[in-house]
């Protein structure tokens, strides 16, 4: 079974402060990685995607992944009350006949305190 | 363009009845996913289509089926509803499966009791 784990927190950091959430994941050949937020009662939306080795930054966003760790991260800068929301990992295995799908971590819940 | 839409928002059913799930998107994408997800979990595939006619089962397929007669409309059938079944469902659709964004739909929170 391939997983997706993430803490499920609650992570609470105070606006303006960085806010870190991290992913591990344990199939290696994994090729894709996304972060999506999900509002209370609301469906989830992509915040971002990373492919490659490294960081990968859009505007307050910064997602960071380290295949050979099986590590994908995800950074908000300054963060706001409205970045309040549970942050769930997908991951893409691409392997074995399942290039299709995406697996998805728990997710984590953060509250950003004014 | 609506994206991708569901019906019913809300749904409550009694032990063994029956219902369909409606899912359509106007994208044209050929991938759709059927989800549920369970309060403080993360999503659960239970099937999905990668074009009109064809479709597999995903992590947790037991009580439901699906069709795809079309490229827009993806229908996710309960047969014999069971206290299990009660969860909150999401249809997502992608232009291309795995590396790209899914799609989500408002969801359908449906309770069996």
């Known amino acids: 079974q391939k997983e997706v784990e993430q803490n499920s927190g609650p992570l609470s950091v105070p606006e303006g402060a960085i806010a870190s959430l991290n992913c591990t994941y344990s199939d290696r050949v994994s090729q894709s990685f996304f972060w999506y937020r999900q509002y209370s009662g609301k469906s989830p939306e992509l915040i971002m995607s990373i492919y490659s080795n490294g960081d990968k930054e859009d505007g307050r966003f910064t997602a960071q992944l380290n295949k050979a760790s099986q590590y994908v991260s995800l950074l908000i800068r300054d963060s706001q009350p409205s970045d309040s929301a549970t942050y769930l990992c997908?991951?893409?295995?691409?392997?074995?006949?399942?290039?299709?799908?995406?697996?998805f971590g728990k997710g984590t819940l953060l509250t950003v305190n004014p | 363009n609506a994206g991708v839409t569901q019906t019913p928002k809300f749904r409550i059913l009694k032990i063994g009845q029956s219902m369909t799930l409606q899912c359509t998107q106007d994208m044209n994408h050929n991938y759709m996913y059927w989800y549920r997800q369970d309060p403080g979990m993360g999503l659960k595939l239970i099937y999905y289509?990668?074009?009109?006619?064809?479709?597999d089962k995903g992590e947790v397929p037991n009580g439901y089926n699906v069709s795809r007669s079309t490229t827009e409309d993806f229908p996710l059938r309960l047969e014999l509803a069971a206290p299990s079944q009660t969860s909150v469902y999401f249809c997502?659709?992608?232009?291309?499966?795995?590396?790209?964004?899914?799609?989500f739909g408002p969801g359908t929170r449906l309770t069996v009791t």
């Open positions: 289509s990668v074009g009109a006619g064809i479709t």
């Open positions: 997502a659709s992608s232009i291309v499966g795995g590396r790209d964004e899914q799609y």
């Open positions: 997908a991951v893409n295995p691409n392997s074995g006949g399942s290039n299709y799908k995406l697996t």
